[in-house]
């Protein structure tokens, strides 16, 4: 599509290289373009430019093209105040015309119109807008200037994304001549909008609320080296620009690569970039010529291989983003009007990879799948931009990679396939039919080779034995709040629980995110209605084994596998952490390790002393020989040893293991327990990461063990009033325990009691540590209610 005339704003400072890549982006779009280029930060006086194509005649670099800029600047006349420039700009700049319905558009990513799909006839229209920056104040002196002189005025906006100033004019260059429409819904979360990145936890936010897409991997063939010729520098710059570099939001270093290919003595050779070239040069990057072809210069050095090479690394990489192959498209040049069609589907991560080949000559390296038409055929940046454009929106997914129709059996379904069974303790009860399931995940716990997906009423039990690869995927990309769909045997697992055993998995839809904010006002209104809240404690008190609860402490009975508290590594993991009402923890155990847990409802203002006691019962590999193990442990890397003392005493011995009461008091060492048994050489059973390999295997092929036998018993928090919690290990580990051959008695039900605390215990108190297991801890101290 033409446009009769472009208006561009740009500022003299450090990225006026924008305004070389829009020059040559307008040039497509109109054989001339005004420019007010503004001199200073304040803007108050600005020259007035008039360039056409054939200025531009004879400069290939970006630094020719400022350079011709900056002589034009010096010929043009005096410095001008905005208002008298946007004033000749209007009166002179286009040619006002009653019948045509929008001559003056002003490109505003805040705009109800959308032209990223379709676009009114534009061929005697003028296109403004700023380079690089907002330029609100100028846009808004320019439009008034307009609107004084006649003509009619129009904002519209390019597609649900933010890109750059000439990314915005290679799509416009590429729509079609119609009623504004958009075949989907923006994508662009609200949080792009008003703050990029403020560089902390807010980034990492700002990256979980964007869309997560099918990967996708341009492939473009060069007649020579990157570096060869000023004509090649340019293009490749241009195209890293448009393809890694092009848009601040939604297109991330995950979903976008760009493997440049040349011929060379010997074969092709070939080398990837993406978003990481940002950070291969020392200092802030920008998207100007010389920092980039700096940065690939280095990244050529470094990473260059053959085609072959290049090729295998890449499908590799994309088996463990999908399920499916990739898919590999030629692209060639077309006009607008070989657009795909407007039909879009919601993108999800787990689609096929889209492999597309630009200017390839000949076969390609694999299966060619389709050959997909794109204007822009001879400016591969105007492509790139093009085709990552139709990916954001779904044309792309729904033109090249059509999903079918996916089965919409709920979990409903399936308590209805299982309702019959008759449950098994210590095993496993499967139905022979094959079914489809979707259904929404509530949770997600992983323990070894084994994924777990709670969908609430039921759950999924996936199996990387069984899947393969799937299994992989699946652990990167299933988040807590996506829709699975599977296929897989329905049954009941060794509890009892409604469960799908999966053979198959079919796609991961994206959930919607949400947002702390969101979940804190949810918070708010639930502890208005005290009804409600009542319902929910009930609800919780039914999912979670609730050891003890009052006004000050709250003791829960944590799982195997399961966080005491979320932490920053398992962020995308929600369903991993106890969602405990109480916010503060106090003492729990490991992650590996079942046990109770104890919380708080009220932070503790300063640390105070208290007195902890925890007693482990542990199924070891052989007999420890001593009562007690002193060995000094580091609490991290490259940190001191700290003192750590272990007592031990064998309550049961088998032929080949034993069962050990493991204690420790005061302050414990991460994994101390596990490690001081693999000191004494008696490795705890099932401890994929102390443990010894011969025991574990025995253990998990002939028991079934998948975690390691370990579970706090007894656990003793003392100050002037201390807190005793007791539970017997679970029923998993109990199975265990009876099939080695152990019967001893084992102790009574759960509980937790208040006590006062004794002047021996008082006379052993220590202070409180600062962390324990990682876990940000406010104190030991428990206030307990006041028994008369």
Not at 118 to 136: M, N, Q
Not at 396 to 417: H, I, T, Y
Not at 644 to 659: F, N, R
């Amino acid at each position: 599509m033409r446009v009769a005339d472009v208006w561009l704003i740009a500022r003299l400072g450090p990225r006026v290289d924008e305004l070389a890549r829009c020059l040559r982006a307008a040039f497509t779009l109109a054989p001339a373009c005004s420019v007010i280029l503004l001199e200073g930060s304040e803007g108050c006086l600005c020259r007035l430019l008039r360039v056409v194509s054939s200025d531009l005649d004879g400069a290939i670099s970006e630094a020719d093209v400022l350079a011709l800029v900056f002589c034009l600047a010096e010929a043009s006349a005096a410095a001008l105040t905005l208002d008298v420039a946007a004033t000749a700009l209007a009166s002179n700049g286009c040619v006002v015309d009653p019948a045509v319905a929008c001559p003056i558009v002003f490109l505003d990513e805040g705009a109800d119109d959308d032209w990223s799909w379709t676009a009114p006839d534009l061929a005697r229209s003028t296109v403004c807008f700023g380079v690089h920056e907002d330029f609100v104040h100028e846009l808004d002196v320019i439009r008034h200037a307009a609107v004084n002189s006649g003509a009619c005025c129009q904002a519209a906006r390019l597609g649900p994304v933010a890109l750059h100033s000439s990314a915005c004019l290679h799509l416009l260059s590429s729509v079609r001549p119609g009623a504004a429409r958009v075949p989907t819904a923006t994508v662009r979360p609200a949080t792009v909008q008003t703050s990029c990145a403020q560089w902390s936890a807010s980034a990492r936010r700002f990256r979980r609320a964007l869309p997560r897409r099918q990967p996708i991997r341009f492939i473009l063939a060069l007649q020579e080296h990157p570096s060869a010729s000023a004509a090649s520098r340019a293009e490749v710059h241009q195209a890293i620009v448009a393809a890694c570099l092009v848009s601040k939001s939604v297109y991330d270093e995950r979903d976008t690569r760009l493997m440049f290919v040349w011929p060379r003595a010997g074969g092709m050779r070939a080398v990837t970039v993406d978003r990481s070239l940002l950070g291969v040069t020392e200092g802030r990057f920008v998207p100007a010529e010389l920092p980039v072809l700096e940065a690939l210069s280095l990244e050529i050095t470094a990473r260059e291989l053959a085609f072959e090479v290049a090729l295998e690394q890449l499908l590799d990489e994309c088996s463990r983003l999908a399920f499916a192959s990739p898919v590999a498209l030629r692209i060639v040049e077309g006009g607008p009007t070989e657009w795909p069609e407007g039909k879009n589907q919601a993108v999800w991560p787990t689609d096929p990879p889209l492999l597309l080949f630009l200017r390839w000559q000949g076969s390609l390296p694999l299966p060619e799948h389709a050959t997909l038409v794109a204007p822009g055929g001879r400016v591969a940046a105007r492509t790139l931009v093009v085709l990552q454009h139709w990916h954001t929106m779904g044309v792309l997914a729904a033109a090249v990679s059509p999903r079918g129709a996916l089965p919409c059996r709920g979990v409903k379904g399936l308590l209805e396939d299982v309702v019959d069974l008759v449950p098994t303790p210590g095993q496993d009860v499967i139905s022979g039919n094959l079914v489809s399931v979707q259904g929404t995940v509530v949770g997600r716990v992983r323990q070894g080779h084994v994924l777990f997906a709670d969908f609430g009423p039921a759950r999924a039990m996936c199996k990387e034995q069984r899947l393969g690869h799937e299994f992989r995927v699946l652990v990167a990309e299933l988040r807590v709040g996506d829709v699975l769909h599977c296929e897989g045997l329905p049954g009941l697992d060794f509890h009892g629980a409604p469960t799908v055993f999966v053979q198959h998995i079919r796609g991961i839809e994206p959930g919607t995110q949400i947002e702390d904010t969101e979940m804190e006002e949810a918070q708010k209104e639930n502890e208005a209605d005290s009804q409600q809240q009542q319902r929910q404690q009930q609800q919780f008190d039914c999912q979670h084994r609730v050891l003890y609860r009052d006004g000050d402490v709250l003791v829960l009975m944590k799982p195997a596998g399961m966080l005491a508290k979320e932490d920053g590594r398992h962020r995308h993991e929600r369903g991993t952490a106890l969602r405990a009402p109480a916010q503060y923890l106090l003492a729990a155990p490991e992650v590996e390790v079942s046990g109770p847990a104890v919380f708080a409802w009220r932070p503790v203002g300063a640390a105070v002393l208290c007195h902890v006691r925890r007693r482990y019962w542990l199924l070891v590999a052989g007999r420890p020989q001593v009562s007690v193990c002193k060995a000094a442990l580091r609490p991290g890397r490259g940190q001191p040893h700290n003192n750590a003392e272990t007592l031990l005493q064998v309550l049961w011995e088998g032929p080949d293991s034993s069962l050990v009461q493991a204690t420790t008091e005061g302050n414990e060492q991460p994994q101390q327990i596990r490690r001081h048994m693999h000191i004494l050489g008696c490795p705890v059973w099932g401890d994929r990461r102390f443990g010894n390999q011969r025991a574990n295997l025995r253990s998990r092929a002939i028991y079934g063990l998948t975690r390691p036998w370990c579970h706090l018993v007894r656990l003793e928090l003392s100050s002037e009033q201390s807190i005793v919690c007791e539970s017997p290990p679970p029923g998993d580990l109990l199975r265990v325990l009876r099939a080695v051959g152990c019967h001893m008695k084992m102790p009574g039900v759960t509980s937790c009691r208040m006590d006062q605390g004794s002047a021996a215990v008082s006379n052993r108190l220590v202070k409180s540590p600062a962390h324990e297991q990682q876990l940000a801890i406010r104190s030991y101290l428990l206030y307990a209610k006041q028994t008369s």
